[in-house]
């Protein structure tokens, strides 16, 4: 069983940056990839970044250039780190492990970003 465990989020100002860290425990799974993903006031969860074991990471539009997602195996964390943060990724970031032992993915339980303007 996975537990996902976020960490970092809080507030800023504008043009700030945010270092997001997610904490995997757990037993009886191997990695295949993992994600950050958030959901804004009365928006739909969205993905922002996502890295393989590989190493290939993809990223949404908004985050292409300001966000870096990384994986450390050695400390069993996923991180995002964010820059140049705007209003309106004001969120809940959620960290997100896909396996290959399940079809779905398992979820943190999020944590809070808002960015000041």
């Known amino acids: 069983q996975v537990q996902l465990l976020e960490s970092g989020g809080g507030l800023v100002e504008t043009g700030g940056s945010l270092k997001l860290s997610c904490a995997v425990s757990g037993s009886g799974f191997r990695i295949k990839s993992m994600a950050w993903y958030r959901q804004g006031p009365g928006q739909e969860r969205e993905l922002v970044a996502s890295i393989s074991l590989g190493g290939v990471t993809t990223y949404s539009d908004s985050a292409k250039g300001r966000f870096t997602i990384s994986i450390a195996l050695a400390k069993n964390t996923v991180d995002l780190q964010m820059s140049s943060l705007q209003p309106e990724d004001t969120a809940v970031y959620y960290c997100?492990?896909?396996?290959?032992?399940?079809?779905?993915?398992?979820w943190g339980r999020g944590t809070q970003v808002t960015v000041s303007s």
């Open positions: 997100a492990l896909n396996s290959h032992s399940s079809d779905t993915p398992s």
